[in-house]
């Protein structure tokens, strides 16, 4: 876990993640569960603690054949962007002139500092919401309340109402959260378009003396 270890190691003693490990590799052992057991940490293994300047909060990982790969709303190259991420980059074109690349890996915004994080870190196959309520919502409030602690400021990027319940972990009078509806076609029209959300994560950025965000991603690397 990098950095983040000695944030959250107390976690892992806790028993509520004995319960949630055990959960998960029963699930394993009988059904196909992703992300790959490798990928599940990927947000904080790509994103360090220190860096962390922008959190983008995801639900729940994709539940598809190589989708999720442990980034929220990011797939692994070679697979059909999805319909949320494809509204993402519809209106990352409409805020910043910036054109969508031909894939939807966006691994290059969490190795900036953009902590891609679901709040739901694994799910079986074509089971949407099925490892929800086991414990990892505790473990990733955890992280949301860490990135809360930073003293630099720190943007939260909420879509979505499951997303924005999280803004009472957020002191507001440290940090910045940019919320909206989320970017599913079943409401990305009812508010997220024209949010401009990266523009504005960008702008309270800088007013804090931070590094902007590079949102533009680079074309597919194979």
């Not at 209106?91 to 900036?112: F, K, M, S, V, Y």
């Not at 440290?174 to 523009?199: D, T």
């Amino acid at each position: 876990m990098t950095d983040w270890n000695p944030f959250l190691r107390a976690e892992l003693d806790k028993p509520y993640w004995a319960e949630l490990q055990a959960f998960v590799r029963a699930e394993r052992a009988q059904a196909t569960v992703y992300p790959p057991a490798e990928q599940v940490f990927s947000a904080l293994h790509l994103t360090s603690f220190a860096e962390t300047r922008v959190l983008i909060l995801g639900q729940d990982p994709y539940h598809g054949p190589r989708q999720a790969h442990g980034l929220c709303f990011s797939v692994t190259e070679g697979v059909d962007v999805p319909p949320s991420l494809t509204n993402i980059y519809r209106e990352l074109e409409t805020d910043l002139g910036i054109a969508p690349p031909d894939h939807g890996n966006l691994e290059h915004w969490a190795r900036q500092g953009v902590l891609l994080l679901n709040a739901v870190l694994t799910v079986r196959a074509h089971a949407a919401g099925s490892h929800a309520g086991k414990g990892w919502e505790t473990f990733t409030d955890e992280i949301i309340r860490t990135v809360n602690n930073k003293a630099e400021r720190v943007v939260f990027i909420l879509w979505g109402a499951y997303a924005r319940k999280k803004k009472p972990l957020i002191d507001l009078t440290r940090h910045v959260v940019i919320e909206s509806a989320h970017p599913s076609p079943l409401s990305a029209r009812n508010g997220f378009f024209g949010s401009r959300p990266f523009s504005r994560a960008n702008a309270a950025l800088v007013e804090a003396g931070r590094t902007p965000i590079d949102w533009a991603l680079p074309a597919r690397s194979s």
